[in-house]
């Protein structure tokens, strides 16, 4: 089972950007499916991107021009950079993995980002 850790979430303006990076653990991280979601206060949780293991890459429409997914296999890492933040960005931000279109999605904790107006 894969274990994620996220990290570089924080309190940033409207317009500014910030870069979430997500390390992951073992052995066949170019085997699974990297996403990232996030869950505003008080609403669902939503997918925001996801970079499959062949590399393609997909976006929520409310994100698409301003966010980008990328992955580094040699370093087992996903990262996610956000541009023009919005207020509606605002959101605990989790890494999520899995290895196939239907399987189960694998959670890391989460981590705050929060764009002031």
């Known amino acids: 089972q894969v274990q994620l850790v996220e990290s570089g979430g924080g309190l940033v303006q409207a317009g500014g950007s910030l870069r979430l990076s997500c390390a992951a653990s073992?052995?066949?991280?170019?085997?699974?499916?990297m996403g990232w979601f996030r869950q505003p206060p008080g609403k669902q949780r939503e997918l925001v991107a996801a970079?499959?293991?062949?590399?393609?890459?997909n976006y929520a429409d409310s994100v698409k021009g301003r966010f980008t997914i990328s992955r580094d296999n040699t370093k087992n890492t996903v990262s996610l950079q956000m541009n023009t933040l919005k207020p509606e960005d605002t959101a605990i931000y989790y890494c999520?993995?899995?290895?196939?279109?239907?399987?189960?999605?694998?959670w890391g904790r989460g981590t705050q980002v929060t764009v002031s107006s």
């Open positions: 970079i499959p293991k062949s590399g393609d890459t």
């Open positions: 999520a993995a899995r290895l196939s279109t239907f399987g189960t999605w694998y």
């Open positions: 073992g052995r066949t991280f170019d085997a699974y499916s």
